[in-house]
């Protein structure tokens, strides 16, 4: 069964206090993972999709990382701004279907 | 990348009613996805949605009780049928596009 795990749940940080997230999964012939922003009352906005063990995307103060079990979002020195729930994502091999995890909950406090 | 509008941003239904949710994207797409979104709970796909065909359901989803329409290339309608308290969820629209995925805001449904 195609899965995917979050932690932490909840992260709270200081502004330029650098972290990472976290996203395992177990998936019949990956298709992508994908990397969501959802704030509060809105849709998930894209961030990134990852493709192949080792590949890296970056974008601002966020990167992204693939291992063959995992991906790391990684949050180098956040702002407050940065506040949201980060989702993360899969598409099984032959599917068209997204398959997410519950995401991680994170607070830059200022 | 696409741009999905989506109505009504949020509802408060009285149980045994129904809602019909629209999805209207600004170009022309071949598929569309429902998703729901339980407090608490992942995301999780209700039915894919093409264009001159039936909707395609997951397991656990019955077109009974979410029925969908696709008419055309840029619009598609799910009805949440017969609610009760535990439909409460937001329900979001999704199309896919060059880089990924893209949503729709969602409508946020309560049931009383």
């Known amino acids: 069964e195609d899965q995917v795990t979050q932690s932490p749940e909840a992260l709270r940080l200081q502004e330029g206090e650098s972290s990472s997230l976290n996203c395992s999964y177990t998936?019949?012939?990956?298709?992508?993972l994908f990397w969501y922003r959802q704030d509060p009352g809105k849709g998930p906005e894209f961030l990134f999709t990852l493709y192949s063990a080792g590949e890296e995307k970056e974008k601002e103060r966020l990167k992204a990382t693939l291992t063959k079990k995992e991906s790391f979002l990684h949050i180098t020195a956040p702002k407050p701004e940065d506040s949201a729930t980060y989702l993360c994502a899969v598409r099984p091999g032959g599917s068209e279907k997204l398959v997410f995890g519950k995401g991680t909950k994170l607070t830059v406090n200022p | 990348s696409a741009v999905i509008s989506q109505k009504p941003s949020r509802d408060i239904c009285q149980r045994g009613t129904s809602l019909t949710i629209q999805c209207q994207v600004d170009s022309q797409v071949t598929m569309m996805f429902w998703y729901r979104q339980q407090p608490g709970q992942s995301l999780t796909l209700i039915a894919t949605a093409n264009q001159g065909s039936e909707a395609t359901y997951e397991s656990g989803f019955v077109i009974d009780k979410f029925p969908i329409s696709r008419p055309n290339l840029t619009f598609s309608t799910l009805t949440v049928s017969n609610m009760s308290p535990e439909d409460s969820s937001i329900y979001l629209c999704s199309v896919r596009t060059g880089l990924g995925y893209t949503f729709g805001s969602g409508t946020r449904l309560t049931v009383v």
């Open positions: 998936v019949s012939g990956l298709r992508g």
